[in-house]
């Protein structure tokens, strides 16, 4: 029994007999077992400079059922869960002796009960079954492919190429959906045809050749929460927040908090500062000063840090950091590297790279071990609610709704306002209610395209319509409740966005984590009235109100967005001629091309913008980083797959 921290490589059958001898560059073998028919290998970061003491694999043991088990990442509710299984208190508790009772007690149906960053392996030499798992949040990411007598895993899908068994053929039509902001619909899918990724709140079981895959964990409560009074749900609110920032506290160790000007990670911030029992540092990044910068509209304001400063004088014991951004080198710009990964192309052209670099110099700089984000914020406590008026509508309750259609107006601070416009009234009450159909009409009315991402996606025509690609935005599950199946919509996105990109932070020398992902918190905000994300006009009602015993009053009245990556347009200006010549190189794929409009991509590089403020508008501004930026990245990615560059 082994907890891993880097990935794994497992199966069973022929084609892994030699998996020890296939473990990715980069990266060492920790531990093993081999045998049985078999073979799970725990992976850690290599060190270069130390390879030549290189310790040799130790054997991963049997757990009391005789099953070999591997844990990859964090798992956060062990205490409570040992208490439930009864796990003697003398012996050392870890997430592998967690996860063997567990499942010995009660099978895959005691996955659920799991709240945690983590995929994980089982093989039972007895029945020769392979188990395998992935967390419901998307924290962490597993793929697998079948060979002639077996199957084989690995947390990554690249790693899974290195199998002779495993056939490599593309399958650009996932790219597709990457081109149209459609992630969430590719399933299980993977860039390659014959390789498939575990579902975040997914299982698979393979036992003598049959591969059963299933669902462990639900986004679509079992029932809606009903509470007295509104003061009880913010009580209730606040307890899961603060059993989620102390469970991802490492007790005595410094820690780094991502803080920004919204409402996510300034309430994360604030209650690890009054719990945590170590140094709370914090990072705030600032774009690039060298470069153009986008100016805020009416939706966004840009000067964070400034904003920051009544919360930081609020909480003195923060140790605050505030980095400037810069733009990766060129020297970045090569197959495999951190700009151009071999699993998933990532997002824009610089989107990870502008906030993982200041961070990674931060995290080295202070000797930190444990980062926490507020990322899922948006799909949890302060979700906007902003379909509850279509909701109330649906319900009769007319009266609510009218009061809920309050026109954005951002100088209003959250004060109310006497009057409601047609923009209002449409996009909140009655689009979500309407037909694909009348949608589409409404666009054309008013000048646009069918669809959204027709304005400026870069996917040929003939793809879009074989694929019958239509709106980007339809819900994936029906329950009767517009609101609650737009929450579960982005709550979709947001995992399986998670999942693919996971591979970023394997290995890492800290540990990236998000409060707002504990599975308790998730399904608490699910299971919500769901007026209690938006009433009288207010949207994030429920984290406004949460929140303000920890975070100033600026802040929580405040409903513009922070507008961070400013200096996008000035770094990709910087690029005009490698951006070229990098379309050049696509147009020598048929594939790549068979899917991007390379001509479209030009004419949005030949119209560039003359300013910040005209590229910082829509659809100019998506053009440019969807149509052109990441249309580049599929292609680039595409180039990888043929091995036309390193």
């Known amino acids: 029994m082994v907890q891993s921290s880097a990935g794994f490589l497992a199966g069973t ?78 012996t050392p508790l870890t997430p592998v002796r967690l996860v063997d009772a ?60 290195a199998v002779p068994e495993v056939d490599p053929e593309p399958d650009p039509e996932v790219l597709a959906y990457r081109l149209v902001k459609m992630e969430s619909r590719i399933g299980d899918r993977t860039p390659w045809r014959h390789i498939r990724r575990l579902q975040p709140g997914w299982y698979l079981e393979w036992q003598d050749g049959s591969t059963q895959t299933a669902p462990f964990w639900s986004p679509v409560p079992r029932r809606t929460l009903r509470l007295r009074r509104d ?33 996510d990670s300034p309430g994360v911030a604030a209650t690890a500062s009054r719990s945590h029992d170590a140094p709370v540092h914090t990072l705030t990044i600032r774009a690039d000063p060298d470069v153009p910068q986008l100016p805020p ?9 400034e904003r920051l400063q009544p919360f930081l004088a609020r909480y003195p014991g923060l140790t605050p950091h505030l980095v400037d951004a810069w733009q990766p080198d060129l020297s970045m710009e090569y197959a495999g590297g951190p700009l151009q990964s071999r699993d998933w192309p990532v997002k824009r052209p610089y989107q990870i790279s502008w906030m993982l670099l ?9 000797d930190i071990g444990v980062v926490l984000s507020g990322d899922a914020g948006n799909v949890t406590l302060s979700y906007t609610g902003g379909r509850v008026a279509a909701d109330q509508l649906r319900r009769g309750r007319a009266l609510a709704a009218w009061r809920n259609l309050v026109p954005y107006r951002p100088e209003l601070r959250g004060r109310p ?6 923009r209002a009234l449409w996009g909140q009450a009655v689009a979500p209610l309407a037909g694909p159909g009348i949608r589409r009409l409404t666009r054309r009315l008013r000048g646009g395209r069918d669809y959204w991402w027709q304005e400026w996606s870069s996917i040929r025509p003939e793809v ?105 347009f000035g770094w990709m ?74």
Request: hydrophobic share 40%.
């Open 231 to 263: 003061a009880e749900y913010v009580e209730a609110a606040r307890e899961h927040l603060d059993r989620a920032v102390a469970a991802r506290c490492p007790a005595g160790k410094p820690i780094l908090c991502l803080l920004s000007a919204g409402l």
């Open 297 to 305: 509209d009416a939706g966004h304001f840009a000067d964070e840090w």
């Open 573 to 646: 200006g910087r690029r005009r001629d490698w951006m070229a010549a990098e379309i050049d190189r696509i147009e020598q794929s048929p594939l790549a091309c068979s899917i991007l409009d390379t001509q479209h991509m030009r004419a949005i590089l030949d119209a560039w913008p003359a300013t910040a403020e005209e590229a910082g508008r829509f659809p100019t501004s998506h053009r440019l980083r969807k149509g052109l930026g990441e249309a580049l990245r599929v292609g680039q990615f595409i180039l990888m797959q043929e091995g036309r560059n390193g």
């Open 358 to 366: 200041p961070l990674e110099r931060t995290v080295r700089e202070q």
């Open 417 to 422: 306002r006497l009057f409601w416009g047609p």
């Open 102 to 161: 567990l499942l010995d007690r009660w099978g895959v149906d005691g996955l659920a009960r799991l709240d945690g960053d983590y995929t994980l392996v089982r093989w039972s030499p007895a029945d020769r079954s392979l188990l395998l798992a992935a967390c419901p949040m998307g924290r962490d990411s597993l793929c697998h492919a079948a060979t002639p007598d077996g199957i084989v895993a690995a947390s990554r899908p690249s790693w899974l190429l």
């Open 464 to 568: 879009a319509e074989r694929l019958r690609l239509a709106e980007h935005d339809q819900p994936t599950v029906r329950t009767g409740s517009p609101d609650l199946d737009n929450h579960i919509r982005l709550l979709e996105h947001f995992r399986q966005n998670n999942a693919q990109y996971a591979h970023l932070f394997q290995g890492m020398a800290w540990s990236w984590r998000d409060p707002y992902c504990d599975l308790g918190l998730v399904e608490f905000c699910l299971s919500l009235p769901r007026d209690q994300f938006r009433r009288n006009g207010v949207p994030r009602l429920l984290a406004r109100r949460t929140l303000a015993d920890r975070v100033p009053q600026p802040i929580l009245d405040e409903r513009r967005i922070g507008l961070q990556h400013a200096d996008w």
């Open 13 to 90: 059958g022929g084609a892994v007999r030699d998996l020890a001898r296939r473990c990715p560059s980069d990266f060492r073998i920790d531990r093993i077992h081999q045998g049985d028919g078999g073979v799970v290998v725990g992976l850690g970061r290599d060190n270069p400079t130390g390879r030549l003491r290189r310790p040799a694999p130790r054997s991963i043991g049997a757990g009391p059922s005789g099953a070999v088990t591997l844990v990859n990442g964090e798992i956060y509710n062990l205490a409570g869960l040992a208490r439930e299984l009864g796990l003697d208190r003398t």
